[in-house]
């Protein structure tokens, strides 16, 4: 039975303020018990605040062959890294 | 305005309802049709196991210890409402047998929110039992012939034993009419929106009214006592 129905992505906010964070999938009939078997297997131990759920089929993944060009150059580019100056104190979740 | 707790053995059939439902739906572990939905019933069936533990331990003066309650009393001191020991039957049958329970528990544990501290908590819980409830019976409803065939023969097997649910127990300040009023127009609401046919048929028979209450208990009930107690009877006193 659970072959026939989609993968979803499930993304938990954690405390408000943080961002939705991928927490894992599951297999659900439709969006609304998505977000329900989500709340069972994700959030019972008071893990989140908020709760996403997306189809799988709706992610683009880039590919690992491409991984080269896509994420090699950063590295030997410093202008492009934020880290000329300090981060004030007290300032959370950065 | 404070009213005084209700004497203690009226908290004694809630308890019992919780603790004998629990029991039916742990027993999908392992069997459910999916995983998903495997975990979402023992998640019902752990809130329902922690409202019990609660009840009992409010009864330990007149009764002993939660596992002495749970596991060593016999068949005719349950209290619990025949529904709730009704086997699983098929998925639509527990759905349908969750949904009509956690109508009725939600609103009365609102009701007795004033008088009984659990039943705050519980509310928030069984809320959620019964959307989960709901949303199945939905699906199930209006969903293949063959769910909507399976759905609609759990609610007319089922129809006999939701009387019982509105009989009085003695001790508990409740507004039993109004719940049953109450339960009726959200399972009719329910079962229009899924497809359903509300039965037609008593919604209690001559030997059941009021009777899991007094103890009297259907066929499967000593058998589910038989499993669910043979291993504190084998092992007295076990520890682990």
């Given at each position: 039975m659970s072959a026939e129905w989609p993968l979803w992505e499930v993304f938990v906010r954690s405390r408000r303020g943080l961002s939705h964070t991928h927490a894992g999938s599951l297999h659900a009939p439709d969006a609304q018990m998505a977000l329900r078997n989500a709340r069972d297997l994700f959030t019972r131990r008071s893990e989140g605040v908020s709760l996403w759920v997306v189809p799988s089929d709706e992610i683009t993944a880039s590919s690992p062959d491409e991984k080269d060009p896509f994420f090699a150059p950063a590295a030997d580019k410093p202008y492009r890294h934020p880290t000329f100056y300090e981060v004030p104190e007290g300032v959370r979740n950065l | 305005m404070t009213s005084p707790a209700p004497p203690a053995p009226a908290t004694l059939p809630l308890g019992d309802d919780a603790l004998i439902l629990s029991h039916r739906l742990g027993e999908w572990a392992g069997h459910a049709p999916v995983l998903e939905e495997e975990v979402a019933l023992a998640n019902i069936a752990l809130d329902l196991l922690g409202q019990a533990r609660a009840l009992y331990a409010g009864l330990s003066d007149l009764l002993g210890s939660e596992d002495e309650i749970a596991f060593l009393r016999e068949e005719r001191a349950f209290r619990n409402c025949q529904l709730t020991e009704q086997p699983n039957g098929d998925f639509a049958h527990t759905i349908v047998r969750q949904l009509f329970f956690s109508t009725y528990q939600q609103p009365l544990f609102a009701q007795l929110s004033p008088v009984l501290p659990l039943a705050a908590k519980a509310v928030r819980e069984t809320a959620y039992h019964r959307d989960h409830a709901e949303q199945w019976t939905l699906r199930l409803g209006d969903g293949t012939e063959e769910s909507h065939t399976r759905t609609q023969r759990a609610a007319d097997t089922l129809w006999r034993y939701t009387g019982e649910l509105f009989q009085p127990v003695e001790g508990l300040e409740v507004d039993w009419p109004g719940l049953a009023e109450e339960w009726h127009a959200s399972i009719g609401d329910v079962f229009a929106r899924a497809g359903l046919t509300v039965p037609?048929?008593?919604?209690?028979?001559a030997w059941s009214a009021g009777a899991g209450r007094q103890g009297l208990h259907t066929e499967p009930f000593g058998l589910l006592l038989a499993e669910m107690q043979h291993l504190h009877r084998s092992h007295p006193g076990a520890a682990w």
């Open positions: - | 037609a048929g008593p919604s209690e028979g």
